[in-house]
């Protein structure tokens, strides 16, 4: 069997190109958050208040639980973290399969 090469390990998880963004998107997004909590130095109920959510929630952010979290529910809770997600675009490498 073949080996197949992937860009990221993002696009090796994902069925389609969409996806692969997706997740790649939610993760940087919790990694910033994370950084950012962190950096507060305060309890995880203290965070969690801060943040706006549960106990069950802050667990879930802060051990990486990606497909609980919705790009919008990240985006708003970076607003409450004082961060600015910036958007960045480029072109997709595309495999021969994908190419059109």
Known sequence: MPFERFDSVFDALA??????AGMQARFELQSALEVRILSWGVSQQAAASRL???GARYYD???GQLKKFSLAA???LTAAAAL????????ARLSKQQAF
């Open 61 to 63: 952010l802060m051990h």
């Open 74 to 76: 990240l985006v708003d």
């Open 84 to 91: 600015t997600p910036v958007l960045r675009i480029k072109k």
């Open 52 to 54: 706006g959510i549960d």
């Open 15 to 20: 069925d389609t190109l969409a996806e692969s």
